[in-house]
């Protein structure tokens, strides 16, 4: 039987921790803002936004909310990032994606300022990750790392397989896993024999989009399988990447979908925000 990761009890662990800093921090006479800006209403970016808000408000972080109009132009949206990013009251600023096809998201990405940039999507904040300097991590891969140390899994040494190479997960990942000593592969759409390679895992990390995709024929014995995706099935039930079913007889480790890394990508997004005042 794998051990189940339990995102859910971990995320409140380092909730709690926050908790307890932001507290501190007040005491010292130090806020901390997160302004949240959502363009449209489209039904998964409102679920996140309203989580997103339920932590801050846990935490004792002030969230500011900017819900625009689906048809805002895209200067609008730059015009409210450049005032946010010149009001020292905010410490960070979140820009919810996706957006609107009349917006081009990487263009808002980089107006961000890199000082207040929480998701740490700006290519200020990705070239720190990957030249090990201090700076905000990407939510999801940080939320990896941590379910894997504190479930006591080690990283140093390991053979660690990642499917998917997006800029909000596959690429940091590999950056993080690097940093802890991992000997990282990335694999991809055009990976050949992709089976022969996930099988190598020690540590299988799996982003790569499709309704559980991975099965037990893709799994090394006794390998640890942290699930990224989340996906409704035809019943409308939540699954991920993986075949849960099938997998985790033959894992040693395993993240659930629902309850796995998504309650980590929220509480590493807090972490940022409560980097914005850390010395």
């Given at each position: 039987m794998a051990q189940l990761?339990?995102?859910?009890?971990?995320?409140?662990?380092?909730?709690?921790?926050?908790?307890?800093?932001?507290?501190?921090?007040?005491?010292?006479?130090?806020?901390?803002?997160?302004?949240v800006?959502?363009?449209?209403?489209?039904?998964?970016?409102?679920?996140?936004?309203?989580?997103?808000?339920?932590?801050?408000?846990?935490?004792?972080?002030?969230?500011?909310?900017?819900?625009?109009?689906?048809?805002?132009?895209?200067?609008?949206?730059?015009?409210l990032v450049k005032e946010l990013n010149a009001d020292d009251t905010v410490?960070?600023?979140?820009?919810?994606?996706?957006?609107?096809?009349?917006?081009?998201?990487?263009?808002?990405?980089?107006?961000?300022?890199?000082?207040?940039d929480v998701d740490g999507f700006h290519p200020e904040s990705v070239g720190k990750l990957w030249?090990?300097?201090?700076?905000?991590?990407?939510?999801?891969?940080a939320g990896v790392i941590q379910l894997l140390k504190r479930s006591g899994i080690e990283i140093a040494g390991k053979e660690c397989v990642i499917i998917g190479r997006s800029n909000i997960v596959g690429k940091p990942m590999a950056a993080l896993l690097l940093r802890e000593n991992g000997t990282v592969t990335i694999a991809h759409s055009r990976t050949k024999n992709l089976a022969d390679v996930t099988r190598r895992a020690d540590i299988l990390i799996v982003a790569i989009g499709k309704e559980r995709f991975i099965t037990s024929d893709y799994v090394k014995e006794g390998a640890v399988v942290i699930d990224v995706g989340m996906h409704r099935d035809a019943e409308n039930h939540l699954c991920g990447d993986v075949d849960f079913a099938d997998v985790e007889p033959v894992a040693s480790a395993i993240t659930p979908v629902p309850g796995g890394v998504g309650p980590m990508t929220i509480a590493m997004l807090m972490n940022n925000c409560v980097e914005t005042v850390r010395s």
């Open positions: 990761i339990d995102g859910k009890a971990i995320s409140q662990q380092i909730k709690d921790e926050l908790k307890a800093e932001v507290e501190a921090l007040k005491n010292d006479g130090t806020d901390i803002c997160l302004a800006i959502q363009v449209g209403d489209d039904p998964a970016s409102s679920v996140y936004v309203r989580n997103k808000k339920r932590a801050c408000a846990y935490i004792g972080v002030e969230s500011r909310a900017y819900e625009l109009p689906e048809d805002t132009t895209e200067e609008q949206l730059v015009e410490n960070g600023i979140l820009v919810q994606l996706p957006l609107p096809a009349q917006i081009d998201e990487d263009k808002i990405i980089r107006t961000i300022s890199a000082d207040k030249i090990g300097e201090k700076g905000f991590l990407s939510c999801t891969p």
